[in-house]
């Protein structure tokens, strides 16, 4: 394994390795004030995060959301990190397993899922992505790394991905 990435040797391999991140993802980025690349499963502690983070846009406890998952749209609203958990599992990781994305309608912050599970970006405004993930790039890079690496993963590729999908 390398050592924690340093940016200039970033520049570099961006340029080299192709990679195809899906349209959606990379205009999600391009409009946010920030965004951050994560594992494609989310663990109780992520989705913890998220939700405290989405609450700070509202005066209840419930943080409403729209998802869509193949042109088909759903609203819901989350109370607790274990609705949001239950909810990734029963309709993200779920067959067919393809694009999906939760938006938080008050403050539009979104979370994306590829349908190639290589991962999960969450966007918007600076507040709700350091309220989530208040680390710095290189402690979010290396839990990236980590917690996506195994033996059919290219780490070249996947730190491809969490240079175009991390903006902070």
Not at 33 to 56: F, G, N, Q
Not at 128 to 135: D, G, K, Q, S, V
Not at 140 to 162: G, I, K, P, R, V
Request: some cysteine; glycine content about 2%; aromatic content about 12%.
């Amino acid at each position: 394994m390398k050592i924690p990435w340093r940016k200039h040797a970033f520049k570099k391999k961006q340029e080299e390795k192709q990679i195809c991140i899906p349209e959606t993802a990379l205009n999600l980025v391009k409009q946010a004030e920030c965004a951050i690349c994560l594992p494609h499963e989310l663990t109780i502690l992520e989705c913890d995060c998220i939700v405290k983070a989405m609450r700070s846009y509202t005066q209840n406890s419930n943080a409403d959301f729209l998802f869509i998952k193949e042109d088909i749209r759903t609203k819901l609203s989350i109370h607790s990190a274990f609705d949001l958990n239950n909810f990734i599992f029963d309709h993200v990781y779920a067959a067919p397993v393809s694009e999906c994305l939760l938006t938080h309608e008050p403050s539009g912050n979104s979370l994306y899922w590829d349908g190639d599970d290589k991962f999960c970006s969450i966007s918007g405004t600076r507040q709700f992505c350091r309220t989530a993930y208040p680390h710095d790039h290189e402690i979010l890079w290396y839990y990236y790394l980590h917690a996506t690496l195994n033996e059919f993963e290219d780490e070249e590729e996947l730190e491809a991905y969490f240079i175009q999908l991390t903006k902070l």
